[in-house]
């Protein structure tokens, strides 16, 4: 390993690798833009010249233009993220879940479901850097990677691979949909016919991907091939034969977005021979992840929903196809140069109520009035609530999905998730 280092942005996986190379003969040095995140750190980088830097390892989120990596560019110096380090120092059998939408619940049901039998964690995207647990001992890493990890993959090789999906997001970080596509793509670039891909058949890239990897295919109708799908509610996995796994109607999970993910977490399963009544355990007590269609309290007859996590329209079509009507939609946030027009028309017939706030409330309320859907704009969360609250009415369902990113507002779609909670917790019943 290089001697001399520098770790590009102290947030979660640069504390993880910062606190894993210190045990190593290696000289570190570290730079945030936020002054805070280096409180408490002696070796801040100067330059690369009176470092004498030779690798970079960079927090996943900072953008490929940033004036660092630009300079180390013109230096040749080798730049990674936290998986390539991971993947040199590990010699775990490593699990990696992309995709747009779904990655945080598939994670972390196939964690749950491979705990049953081995000793399994989730990690990366998921909020523990994978660093973290890089000498532990565990048999399974099941890793949630973000398309900035998988942006600059080199020799990063995962045993087995999920795609749930790619649909456009982060394109303000990326540049355009092209170069997001193809860095989730990644996920599969050094697989080999050891390797296993488990991929989303009705996804219109993913299904006519071609790998090295053995495919796995996940769809809710049978697509005829090797994989997971969905038969008069059961759910059965086909490889060389075929097999019940589990009756869908013993799911706590909510909506077609979930089976979806079930089906993916099956593949993984049956691909690594965990007990069927594990599997089954498992499934029947998964109830989701916080902050994805997350029931908070029922006030007054009406039902609050955390969907913080529906930081893309994609994810909040997701959500809003869980409920049939009587929907109150709080959405808006940090501005990613998203269209929100597929998701107004898919939720127009649903709303009762769309509540708009953040740096996109404009944009969206722009398409919503092109589509003739009534929208109301705030300043903030607090007053969505208290507006939802004042017209909703018994049978009502009040929604945060923003569709957007946390960015504006919060740090991150967990702080604006428990911040909705909170309030929601403190709405009085009406006496």
């Known amino acids: 390993m290089k001697k001399n280092i520098l770790i590009l ?25 936020n002054q805070e995140n280096l409180k408490g750190y002696r070796e801040i980088f100067e330059s690369f010249e009176k470092d004498k830097i030779e690798l ?46 779904g990655k945080t619940t598939t994670t972390s049901l196939i964690s749950s479901i491979l ?48 795609i749930t999906n790619i649909t456009p997001d982060h394109l303000d970080w990326h540049g355009n949909f092209e170069n997001y596509r193809d860095a989730k793509l990644n996920i599969l670039k050094n697989q080999t016919e050891k390797d296993f891909a488990v991929l989303n058949y009705t996804d219109e890239i993913l299904s006519k991907v071609s790998s090295k990897a053995k495919i796995y295919y996940f769809s809710i109708e ?135 706030l953040g740096e996109t409330k404009y944009d969206i309320k722009n398409t919503a009035d092109k589509l003739g859907i009534e929208s109301i704009v705030v300043n903030n969360l607090e007053e969505a609530l208290n507006l939802s609250k004042d017209i909703s009415v018994i049978g009502d369902n009040v929604l945060l999905s923003p569709a957007c990113a946390s960015w504006d507002m919060y740090s991150s779609y967990e702080e604006r998730g428990k911040h909705f909670k909170e309030l929601v917790m403190n709405l009085n019943e009406k006496i």
């Not at 993220?81 to 590990?90: P, V």
């Not at 523990?128 to 000498?135: A, F, I, K, N, T």
């Not at 001992?137 to 020799?155: G, M, R, Y």
């Open 222 to 356: 049978d697509s005829g091939l090797k994989g997971a799908f969905i038969r008069e509610g059961l759910i059965y996995f086909r490889d060389d034969d075929e097999e019940i796994v589990f009756d869908t109607r013993d799911l706590k999970l909510l909506g077609n977005h979930n089976l979806e993910n079930v089906l993916a977490a099956v593949c993984v399963s049956k691909i690594i021979k965990v007990k069927p009544e594990s599997i089954k355990k498992a499934l029947s007590e998964f109830g989701g992840v916080e902050h994805r269609l997350e029931f908070v309290k029922e006030v007054n007859g009406v039902k609050y929903f955390n969907d913080s996590k529906g930081t893309n329209p994609a994810s909040t079509i997701k959500a809003v196809d869980s409920f049939e009507n009587n929907l109150l939609l709080i959405a808006g946030g940090y501005q990613k140069n998203a269209d929100y027009t597929e998701l107004l028309e898919i939720a127009k017939d649903k709303l009762k109520a769309l509540i708009l």
């Open 115 to 162: 705990s049953q039998d081995y000793n399994a964690k989730a990690v990366g995207n998921i909020g523990v850097g994978v660093m973290d647990v890089v000498d532990e001992k565990i048999d399974f890493a099941v890793i949630e990677a973000s398309s900035f990890q998988l942006n600059d993959v080199k020799t990063f090789r995962p045993k087995i691979s999920v």
């Open 56 to 101: 970079v390892i960079k927090s996943p989120g900072i953008k490929p233009t940033n004036e660092i990596l630009n300079l180390a560019r013109n230096n040749g110096i080798e730049i990674i993220t936290d998986l390539e380090l991971f993947y040199e120092m590990s010699h775990k059998d490593i699990i990696v879940i992309t995709g747009t939408n």
């Open 9 to 33: 942005g102290m947030g979660i996986s640069g504390k993880a690798i910062y606190n894993e190379l210190k045990k190593k003969d290696i000289n570190i040095f570290v730079h945030d833009d």
